[in-house]
């Protein structure tokens, strides 16, 4: 089974609104990292948090984490049609290798 | 700065025949992976290579699944002989150092179809 499972599986929203999805996981982790992959530029990282780390901020992105409940959330605020993507959080729990999960297929419409 | 290149970007075999898949990551980049994501699932990690040794490939099939990366540079995997369940798009990632603290750059993958 894979360590880091995504939630909701499929999200639909008009452009402009906020989109959340989240990200649990098993086991203990050193980092937690988000990717974005659509058709046009493939598989892009987005932003990598460390987990003694609670929040993060990239422009219109936000992610939190928390170690206590094994999960985070990815918050992209002000949505655009070019948000249109699969959504992957990856964790460490080796340290050295990557785990994905299944993704969070977002649907901006314009 | 070029990014992560992968070729052939499609291949269509037929059940045991063999493919082969070559990679050449970001110059400088100490540390190649290997991916395979099926349709609507996330990538799944094959092997890893720091420089040209082994990290990880205790997820690499090693029965029909090969890998080698000479020189620490460019990066082949090969399948022989291919089954229908290897149908996947086959990604290349390189990162400056290994996996969990680093950001991982991703090619634009090879789409194997296997009939």
């Known amino acids: 089974s894979q360590q880091g499972e995504e939630d909701p599986q499929a999200l639909s929203i008009q452009e402009g609104e906020n989109a959340t999805m989240n990200c649990s996981y098993k086991?203990?982790?050193?980092?937690l990292q988000w990717y974005r992959q659509n058709s046009g530029r493939g598989l892009v990282h987005l932003i990598l948090i460390r987990s003694n780390e609670r929040e993060k901020h990239s422009g219109r992105l936000r992610v939190t984490l928390d170690t206590s409940k094994k999960s985070s959330s990815l918050l992209i605020t002000a949505s655009r049609a070019a948000d249109t993507a699969s959504y992957f959080c990856?964790?460490?729990?080796?340290?050295?290798?990557?785990?994905f999960g299944g993704g969070t297929r977002l649907m901006v419409k314009p | 700065e070029a990014g992560v290149a992968q070729s052939p970007r499609y291949k269509i075999i037929e059940k045991r025949q063999s493919v082969a898949f070559w990679c050449n990551p970001i110059s400088g980049h100490a540390t190649l992976y290997w991916y395979q994501q099926i349709l609507g699932q996330g990538p799944k990690l094959l092997i890893q290579?720091?420089?040209?040794?082994?990290?990880?490939d205790s997820q690499l099939p090693k029965d029909r699944f090969s890998a080698e990366r000479l020189k620490g540079v460019d990066s082949t995997l090969k399948i022989q002989p291919a089954k229908l369940e290897d149908s996947a798009v086959y990604l290349c990632a390189s990162s400056p150092g290994l996996a969990g603290g680093n950001e991982q750059f991703f090619g634009p993958g090879t789409r194997l179809t296997v009939l």
């Open positions: 990856a964790t460490d729990p080796a340290g050295n290798m990557l785990t």
């Open positions: 290579f720091q420089n040209n040794g082994v990290v990880d």
């Open positions: 086991t203990s982790i050193n980092n």
